[in-house]
């Protein structure tokens, strides 16, 4: 089955189960500073799991666009993406496991297909420490769905991953695993939850694709959450059922959601039987494709690695663009940025050297047109930038080379070597291989120490960016999130109305907020436009959500940010009441009652963001 596929079919099968379908949010959260990319499906709706009421009910399906920068290393083996789409249905406060499991069983099985002869599951074993029982419920729900089907489902207790290595299947079908594994929250496991954070646990359902091959490297014995590549997880159910009480117990949520998580590029692989997810038909166009231009072959196992490498990253980097993230030397464009010049330097070593990647975008479109219609729109944007971006990367290898000559005069140090890839992109390979021509020594081990700190760097940046943002939902986030919809309403008009909202980055420090214009702000707008906020707060305006159709909201002038995605019915949220209404905003929440809640607004500074966007850093005191 095709991506397309699938997605439609997952989609249409819970909206026939009274889902309401809503759209991808983009790949930069918006407003949400604790990372920079949306790296799983339940990262946009974390608000709602926490209780905030949804625009469109207590049934909720989508298929969310995911970023995963930590993964941009791993890229070349037969599983690993930087970019996926991440099915997601979700429960909140409403339907819960017995509802749950024979429905995503039902999917996997009816509607994509799968044997479930070649379906094994994971649940939650239990903690004894915090008094929190095993999750015997799923168990039974699972053991009768397997034997309606002829299977035997043996109940295996694996506390640990080790100890799954050590003792192995045992026949098994069902799973019991510790916290480490089946338990979700948004700090891990029970031990280390915050008073007031939810969690609860999980289970997880994997695809057997052959049940002869182990890599004891991995262990002596195969089991479920083995690496060895003999278990593929296709999803995760989620049941957010507890919540950390002030002294260090656990009780049961009034609000139990279900969040379920399922990766569609590996069930598309699953529906193929194929491991490798290189073969689904959305990136196996562009390896096809590759493999036209280059006159070499997929299966040549000196380039699948490149083939792999040029595929993912060229996918990614699209849906990027697509979103707004253009190449850069900062924050998410940065990411945009190595994930082009990587997959330049792949299309070298299959032997492609000339500008040739941008010439691939339009088969990466068409693939994805119907789904993400914007990619079609903004097509010739991301050819631009995908060609620009590769006509710079070579000109610094040139520069790059001629940094080499001068290096090579005596053998390479690691921190030069580490020198060569971090400013003129040479990989450990390149440096190698004309090393080894000039007959001179590199210094690996110290080149690897250096890698290590820059990964750890580039992981630290990708997952946590910033502290804060609303996914912690603290009362000085919430603030600053109603203070910056009185801040556009300000500036338009005093800018005009022109002014429209570009991105925000919201933590319990600070505001940043970014706004079409085409110049800096004078003092002078600087200083109406702070006093018009500040005379707002003063006037202890009340903050009023009503919900309504996205067409009802634009007909009364509310604003939002177009160029995302919103669903059929959303939130608009009025400051001021009456004919006293300041501000109206597209906007999922939360915030405060009252503007007098706010205290003393002030910006701190202003500057260019890009071209045509000013940015404004703004605190309430």
Same mark, same amino acid.
């Given at each position: 089955?095709?991506?397309?596929?699938?997605?439609?079919?997952?989609?249409?099968?819970?909206?026939?189960?009274?889902?309401?379908?809503?759209?991808?949010?983009?790949?930069?959260?918006?407003?949400?500073?604790?990372?920079?990319?949306?790296?799983?499906?339940?990262?946009?709706?974390?608000?709602?799991? @926490?209780?905030?009421?949804?625009?469109?009910?207590?049934?909720?399906?989508?298929?969310?666009?995911?970023?995963?920068?930590?993964?941009?290393?791993?890229?070349?083996?037969?599983?690993?993406? %930087?970019?996926?789409?991440?099915?997601?249905?979700?429960?909140?406060?409403?339907?819960?496991?017995?509802?749950?499991?024979?429905?995503?069983?039902?999917?996997?099985?009816?509607?994509?297909?799968?044997?479930?002869?070649?379906?094994?599951?994971?649940?939650?074993?239990?903690?004894?420490?915090?008094?929190?029982?095993?999750?015997?419920?799923?168990?039974?729900?699972?053991?009768?769905?397997?034997?309606?089907?002829?299977?035997?489902?043996?109940?295996?207790? @694996?506390?640990?991953?080790?100890?799954?290595?050590?003792?192995?299947?045992?026949?098994?079908?069902?799973?019991?695993?510790?916290?480490?594994?089946?338990?979700?929250?948004?700090?891990?496991?029970?031990?280390?939850?915050?008073?007031?954070?939810?969690?609860?646990?999980?289970?997880?359902?994997?695809?057997?694709?052959?049940?002869?091959?182990?890599?004891?490297?991995?262990?002596?014995?195969?089991?479920?959450?083995?690496?060895?590549?003999?278990?593929?997880?296709?999803?995760?159910?989620?049941?957010?059922?507890?919540?950390?009480?002030?002294?260090?117990?656990?009780?049961?949520?009034?609000?139990?959601?279900?969040?379920?998580?399922?990766? @569609?590029?590996?069930?598309?692989?699953?529906?193929?039987?194929?491991?490798?997810?290189?073969?689904?038909?959305?990136?196996?166009?562009?390896?096809?494709?590759?493999?036209?231009?280059?006159?070499?072959?997929?299966?040549?196992?000196?380039?699948?690695?490149?083939?792999?490498?040029?595929?993912?990253?060229?996918?990614?980097?699209?849906?990027?663009?697509?979103?707004?993230?253009?190449?850069?030397?900062?924050?998410?464009?940065?990411?945009?940025?190595?994930?082009?010049?990587?997959?330049?330097?792949?299309?070298?070593?299959?032997?492609?050297?000339?500008?040739?990647?941008?010439?691939?975008?339009? $088969?990466?479109?068409?693939?994805?047109?119907?789904?993400?219609?914007? @990619?079609?729109?903004?097509?010739?944007?991301?050819?631009?930038? $995908?060609?620009?971006?590769?006509?710079?990367?070579?000109? %610094?290898?040139?520069?790059?080379?001629?940094?080499?000559?001068?290096?090579?005069?005596?053998?390479?140090?690691?921190?030069?070597?580490?020198?060569?890839?971090?400013?003129?992109?040479?990989?450990?390979?390149?440096?190698?291989?004309?090393?080894?021509?000039?007959?001179?020594?590199?210094?690996?081990?110290?080149?690897?120490?250096?890698?290590?700190?820059?990964?750890?760097?580039?992981?630290?940046?990708?997952?946590?960016?910033?502290?804060?943002?609303?996914?912690?939902?603290?009362?000085? %986030?919430?603030?600053?999130? %109603?203070?910056?919809?009185?801040?556009?309403?300000?500036?338009?008009?005093?800018?005009?109305?022109?002014?429209?909202?570009?991105?925000?980055?919201?933590?319990?420090?600070?505001?940043?907020?970014?706004?079409?214009?085409?110049?800096?702000?004078?003092?002078?707008?600087?200083?109406?436009?702070?006093?018009?906020?500040?005379?707002?707060?003063?006037?202890?305006?009340?903050?009023?959500?009503?919900?309504?159709?996205?067409?009802?909201?634009?007909?009364?002038?509310?604003?939002?940010?177009?160029?995302?995605?919103?669903?059929?019915?959303?939130?608009?949220?009025?400051?001021?009441?009456?004919?006293?209404?300041?501000?109206?905003?597209?906007?999922?929440?939360?915030?405060?009652?009252?503007?007098?809640?706010?205290?003393?607004?002030?910006?701190?500074?202003?500057?260019?963001?890009?071209?045509?966007?000013?940015?404004?850093?703004?605190?309430?005191?």
């Amino acid at each position: 089955m095709t991506l397309n596929e699938i997605r439609e079919r997952y989609l249409k099968f819970f909206k026939d189960k009274e889902h309401a379908i809503i759209p991808s949010a983009p790949l930069v959260p918006e407003n949400d500073p604790s990372t920079l990319f949306t790296g799983s499906g339940m990262q946009p709706l974390i608000t709602y799991l @926490l209780g905030e009421k949804h625009p469109e009910g207590t049934r909720l399906v989508d298929s969310q666009k995911c970023f995963r920068a930590e993964d941009i290393e791993d890229v070349g083996d037969n599983r690993h993406t %930087t970019f996926f789409e991440m099915l997601g249905n979700w429960s909140l406060g409403d339907y819960f496991k017995k509802e749950q499991i024979p429905w995503i069983f039902e999917f996997l099985t009816k509607e994509v297909g799968l044997d479930p002869k070649r379906l094994y599951v994971t649940v939650f074993s239990g903690d004894e420490e915090n008094n929190i029982p095993r999750d015997d419920e799923s168990v039974a729900i699972w053991k009768e769905l397997f034997e309606k089907e002829g299977i035997d489902a043996k109940v295996v207790k @694996l506390l640990t991953e080790k100890e799954g290595g050590e003792l192995g299947m045992q026949g098994g079908r069902i799973f019991y695993y510790d916290a480490g594994k089946n338990w979700w929250s948004r700090s891990g496991v029970p031990g280390n939850m915050p008073a007031g954070e939810p969690g609860g646990p999980d289970s997880e359902i994997f695809y057997d694709y052959d049940e002869d091959k182990h890599d004891t490297a991995f262990g002596e014995h195969c089991h479920p959450n083995c690496d060895c590549g003999r278990f593929v997880e296709l999803g995760n159910s989620v049941f957010m059922e507890y919540k950390k009480n002030e002294d260090g117990t656990f009780s049961k949520m009034e609000q139990q959601n279900v969040d379920f998580g399922g990766g @569609l590029e590996r069930i598309a692989a699953a529906s193929i039987d194929e491991q490798d997810v290189f073969k689904v038909d959305a990136l196996k166009v562009i390896t096809d494709r590759i493999e036209e231009l280059s006159g070499t072959s997929y299966d040549d196992p000196e380039l699948t690695v490149s083939y792999r490498v040029v595929a993912d990253h060229l996918r990614g980097a699209v849906f990027m663009i697509g979103d707004g993230v253009v190449p850069s030397n900062t924050e998410a464009g940065y990411f945009t940025r190595r994930l082009i010049r990587r997959a330049v330097r792949h299309m070298d070593l299959i032997g492609m050297k000339e500008n040739t990647l941008f010439t691939i975008v339009s $088969i990466i479109v068409e693939k994805y047109k119907e789904q993400y219609p914007n @990619l079609t729109e903004k097509l010739s944007v991301i050819e631009g930038e $995908i060609k620009d971006e590769e006509k710079k990367f070579r000109k %610094t290898l040139e520069k790059g080379l001629r940094e080499f000559e001068k290096l090579s005069a005596k053998d390479i140090s690691g921190h030069d070597a580490f020198i060569l890839f971090s400013t003129y992109g040479f990989p450990l390979e390149l440096t190698l291989e004309l090393a080894g021509e000039k007959g001179v020594k590199v210094d690996k081990g110290t080149f690897n120490e250096e890698m290590k700190k820059h990964q750890k760097l580039s992981r630290t940046a990708s997952v946590g960016k910033f502290k804060g943002g609303l996914a912690d939902s603290s009362g000085e %986030t919430t603030k600053l999130h %109603t203070a910056a919809h009185l801040l556009l309403e300000s500036l338009r008009r005093v800018l005009g109305d022109d002014v429209y909202q570009k991105g925000s980055n919201i933590n319990a420090e600070r505001l940043r907020f970014d706004f079409s214009h085409p110049g800096k702000l004078t003092d002078e707008e600087k200083q109406k436009t702070e006093d018009m906020v500040n005379e707002q707060i003063q006037k202890k305006l009340s903050v009023n959500c009503e919900e309504m159709s996205l067409d009802e909201a634009k007909k009364i002038g509310a604003m939002g940010v177009f160029e995302n995605k919103y669903g059929e019915k959303v939130k608009v949220y009025s400051i001021g009441a009456g004919d006293d209404i300041y501000s109206k905003e597209i906007c999922g929440g939360p915030h405060v009652g009252n503007t007098s809640e706010l205290g003393h607004f002030r910006i701190k500074k202003q500057k260019a963001s890009s071209a045509g966007v000013r940015r404004i850093k703004a605190v309430l005191e």
